[in-house]
């Protein structure tokens, strides 16, 4: 075996006896320990620099790990040891194989393939995104558009693949469509993929179960409309965060695949728009023949939706331009969140308005009752009584609380509220008057801070539809630069 010296980073190779154990590296001579396992961080295979494990599948492990001659990250996939029969290998290499014979930005692209010491080895394209499992497992729930952009771009991939090679994939499910960092869709793992021309009646049932299609159960010979299905499926999970159909054995899961229909997605979410509930009960019908029948039919009708799901429209690619366009999904968010902003602000001083034109009818009829008060107060009564002397020094300091504009409203009310019920019932048309004038006063206060309010509301949404400007600027800016890239890259 061979492990890379962490001082002077020479190769030392040692028997594999020697694992565990001491030994001085030939370079530097300084003593090393030799990893337990072949697959330890800092072992090499091949050409290869083991870093660290980052995936496990049915039939072998995925590691991290650096080309040593070209120095990029891959992600390199070891066949298990109890796989290394010549069936077992055979399909690896078959699957390596095919993946180096295709070329399509939304397919993990395979580098190499070899064999050392025994140990099977392919390595790939990495992504450090993760996967479409990583995101469901993470939060729940996809948002709807965000799910049909991703699921565009692996259709893209499977139509390239049927239509390019006759190949159909088999093994279509979240755990392997791969999200870069830059939001690109990479469709992995053709371990299971077979060509139109190699099937045979007597051909092996393959797929994972909760994601095959009906005619995969029956053994049926497969076509594109198998993948079809488990896109739905797919879709379906990432829409609602679980599986439409989930049993304890295989035999009852794949009764429901063949036999019931999966709970409708606009019933079990009112969220979810009624047309993409239909996309995906069309993408999952039992019969093939009343199915999509090819990557085409999907992808128009996935085009014509995103017309009415997407942030902006006009940054949905068309269709088989998916692999070079993309919506910037953090910029999209931002967008929308200033534009429900811009619309709760706008419905906020719509109604605002409507409460002042109310206010603006009643305050004239309290300021008038205010002055009748007034006038006969004073021309009415020679000799006020005491109780009303006294009303009369509290509504006068009242009036200059009231006027306050610091003081929230709510005191306001309830000091206005506190001379009233302290007053107690009036005894005349005086007192009543009175009484009257206090609620005026509170009346003109909450028209005053609502003049005040709508002032600073119409501030905030001044500033908010500046910000939704922003974004968009910002947002076609960056489409422009992408266009340019593209232009530039298909120049090269």
């Known amino acids: 075996m061979r492990f890379r010296c962490p001082f002077c980073f020479y190769a030392v190779t ?99 393939i070899g064999e050392e010491d025994n140990i099977c080895y ?47 994939h088999r093994d279509v499910k979240p755990d392997n469509i791969m999200i870069t960092g830059e939001g690109i869709v990479k469709l992995t793992d053709l371990g299971l993929a077979i060509h139109a021309t190699e099937w045979r009646e007597d051909s092996d049932i393959s797929g ?61 979410d009112p969220e979810i728009p009624a047309p993409v509930a ?25 085009w014509s939706l995103r017309q009415t799901t997407a942030p902006d429209r006009t940054l949905v690619p068309d269709v088989h331009t998916v692999s070079v366009r993309r919506l910037d999904y953090d910029i999209q968010k931002e967008s929308i969140h200033a534009k429900t902003t811009v619309r709760k602000l706008e419905n906020e001083i719509r109604e605002r308005r409507k409460f002042v034109r109310i206010l603006v009818l009643m305050i004239p009829i309290a300021v008038m009752l205010a002055i009748i008060t007034t006038l006969y107060w004073y021309g009415n009564t020679p000799v006020e009584t005491s109780a009303e002397s006294r009303l009369a020094q509290k509504i006068a300091v009242f009036s200059r609380f009231a006027k306050d504009e610091t003081i929230p409203m709510k005191i306001i009310r309830e000091e206005g509220e506190k001379i009233i019920a302290e007053f107690g019932a009036p005894h005349n048309k005086t007192q009543t008057l ?23 509301l119409l ?33 090269r």
């Open 14 to 112: 040692v028997d594999d006896s020697a694992r565990g154990y001491k030994t001085l590296c030939p370079s530097c001579s300084r003593e090393l320990l030799v990893p337990v396992s072949r697959f330890q961080e800092g072992c090499i295979i091949g050409d290869f620099l083991i870093k660290s494990k980052i995936g496990e599948g049915a039939i072998g492990s995925v590691y991290l790990a650096t080309q040593l001659s070209l120095e990029r990250q891959v992600a390199l996939k070891i066949l298990s040891p109890e796989y290394t029969t010549t069936k077992g290998i055979k399909d690896f290499l078959k699957e390596a194989r095919a993946a180096a014979s295709l070329n399509h930005i939304n397919l993990v692209q395979s580098y190499a």
């Open 434 to 456: 009175m009484l009257e004038s206090i609620h005026a006063r509170i009346n003109a206060a909450a028209l005053r801070r609502t003049e005040i309010e709508n002032r600073n």
């Open 122 to 168: 392919m390595a790939m394209t990495y992504i450090s995104g993760g996967s479409v499992k990583d995101r469901i497992l993470r939060e729940k729930k996809l948002p709807v558009d965000e799910s049909l952009h991703i699921i565009q771009q692996a259709a893209e991939a499977l139509h390239y693949v049927w239509q390019e090679k006759g190949i159909v």
């Open 278 to 302: 239909r996309l995906v009960k069309k993408m999952m019908t039992k019969n093939p023949n009343d199915r999509y029948q090819n990557m085409d039919e999907l992808l128009r009708d996935i």
């Open 208 to 268: 994972s179960p909760s994601y095959m299609s009906p005619e995969l159960f029956t053994g049926s010979k497969p076509d594109t409309r198998c993948d079809i299905y488990s896109l739905g499926v797919t879709l379906y999970q990432m829409l609602s965060g679980k599986l439409p159909f989930e049993a304890r054995s295989i035999r009852s899961l794949a009764y429901q695949h063949m036999e019931e229909d999966a709970p409708s997605l606009d019933r079990t």
């Open 459 to 491: 501030n905030a949404l001044r500033a908010a539809r500046s910000e939704n400007a922003k974004l968009r600027s910002e947002l076609e800016l960056l489409h422009r630069q992408r266009l340019s890239r593209e232009r530039s890259s298909r120049d």
